[in-house]
């Protein structure tokens, strides 16, 4: 242990104090109003109708909101690691745009664009597609915001990874389609998995991106936490925190699906040495 | 700054370049004119669309949104907030990062993930856990009562709960650096004799200065547009409690959308500022690399 710089104590201390206070009393006082709910009322509030379409709405929408951003994401990934082309930089500095802006801003923005009389809202109105106020606005709202994961993930390792491996299969006459899916995806596969499982996570928890274009009628366009805020409005903190509670543990899983990946990926990569 | 000089790319592989997977033009042409597009669609609308509803009646209906003194007061508290908020998190994150960077100890990974922990947890579940702390209801709510401290639905509420959004940003930056860049020039510092304030502030700050800077941007520009951890704690009182992002949603209710929007074109302003800044560090940290 190094002991030779000072000042280990007094940072630990700060940080476990500030972690305290700040993080795990919060958190900590959620769990405690969860539990005081008690089991049965817990499953009643969660089976309720609206409860469970709420939460129905939320994952269907959160998945397919994912499914857009693994193949725009890897796309986005593999033109910036792999080509050079004029606005790159450009491209590169867009990516952080839905990290940067604010999610009420991102909301305001997306419902502007997606009603009937917005720039895309006529045209598709035309052809018959609504977006706005319908589960799909949700989807593209939480796609929005959580489209930097899996370009940020996988970038990195596409570019890391080495030329010789493509060489040797192309020179084995495979074709780019083979190499693509038998070397190259294999390779980046965990990274891949790693920013889906955050972009998930992060659409199953949004709110401020999705309240300004859902609509958020009951039963068809409301999601988890509107319902959440919603409850606490109605100062009905019970069912408030029955559903806080659950977003909270499924927030846990994902946690620990990511590490477990991340486990997994730098054991593949110690056993590749 | 003068343009550098182009130097030509070195060919890392002589044979490589050419048969490397998705180097034929057309597939390139296709990937970037595909991803382009896409982004146009779904990254650069948006935000043109912002400015575009702002000033759809005029220059002169734009300035007058930001007239109104609810208004006003919203910019004024999201400013102080940010004020209290960033000092705080940047003092949390140089401690977290001290600590886990230059020191191991038993549960450090477990401290690592603790600090990334808000990052992981919906805004909205982070307004529900405080409400339970410091709410009428909650766990510390009667002795607040007794001592007549609002916290709920007040400015206290509002900045507590940005404290925890925030928190990892600063810290997120610093200990991947500060692990890469070992302890050896602190070390030497205190064979030389320096105490820890001093090697602080004259050996680790100016090392990492570049990161410490840019989660202070990120830092910033979430406290700013904060959404659904603050309206779950501030009440929503119209001059009172009510920040920029609340502003916008409370303009747009009201039916007010150029308002709204011309409130939103000052939070986006904040975040492309951040985003230059980024773009900026990261040169300049790729050019002390190089000088290195």
Known sequence: ?273 | MAAPPTIPRPRKDGLGARVRVGSGAATRRVLIGAVLLVTALILVAPLAAIFAEALKHGWGAYAASFAAPDTQYAIWLTLITALVVVPINIGFGIAAAWCIAKFSFPGRNLLVALVELPFSISPIIAGVAYLFVYGAQGLLGPTLEAWDIKIMFAVPGIMLASLFVTAPFVARELIPLMIAQGSEEEEAAVTLGAGGWRILRLVTLPNVRFALLYGAALCNARVMGEFGAVSIVSGNIRGQTNTLPLQIELLYQDNNAVAAFAVATLLTAVALVTLVAKAIIERLDRAREAAH
Request: glycine share 8%; hydrophobic share 60%.
């Open chain 1, 1 to 273: 242990m190094n002991r030779v710089i000072p000042g280990f104590g007094l940072s630990l201390g700060i940080t476990l104090l500030y972690l305290s206070l700040i993080v795990l009393l919060p958190l900590g006082a959620l769990v405690w109003q969860a539990l005081d709910v008690g089991w049965e009322r817990y499953l009643a509030i969660l089976s309720g109708p609206r409860t469970a379409t709420a939460f129905r709405i939320t994952f269907a929408t959160a998945a397919l909101a994912t499914a857009f951003n693994c193949v725009y994401g890897l796309a986005l990934a593999w033109v910036l690691a792999r080509y050079e082309f004029p606005g790159k930089r450009l491209l590169d500095a867009l990516v952080d745009v839905p990290f940067a802006l604010p999610t009420a801003v991102a909301g305001l923005a997306l419902s502007a664009l997606f009603v009937k009389n917005g720039w895309f809202g006529g045209p598709l109105a035309a052809l018959g597609i609504d977006v706005a106020y319908t589960p799909l606005g949700i989807a593209i709202a939480m796609a929005f915001t959580s489209i930097p994961f899996v370009v940020r993930t996988v970038q990195p390792v596409l570019e890391d990874l080495h030329a010789d491996v493509e060489e040797a299969a192309a020179t084995l006459g495979a074709s780019d389609r083979r190499i693509f899916a038998t070397v190259i995806f294999p390779a980046i596969f965990p990274a891949f998995l790693t920013g889906a499982s955050l972009s998930f996570a992060r659409s199953l928890g949004e709110f401020g991106a999705i309240i300004f274009i859902a609509g958020n009628l009951p039963m068809k366009t409301e999601v988890v936490s509107l319902l959440t805020f919603i409850r606490i409005e109605e100062y009905d903190y019970p069912a408030a925190a029955a559903i806080a509670a659950t977003l909270l543990a499924t927030a846990f899983v994902m946690l620990f699906l990511v590490n477990m990946i991340q486990l997994w990926q730098q054991r593949r990569i110690g056993s590749a040495d």
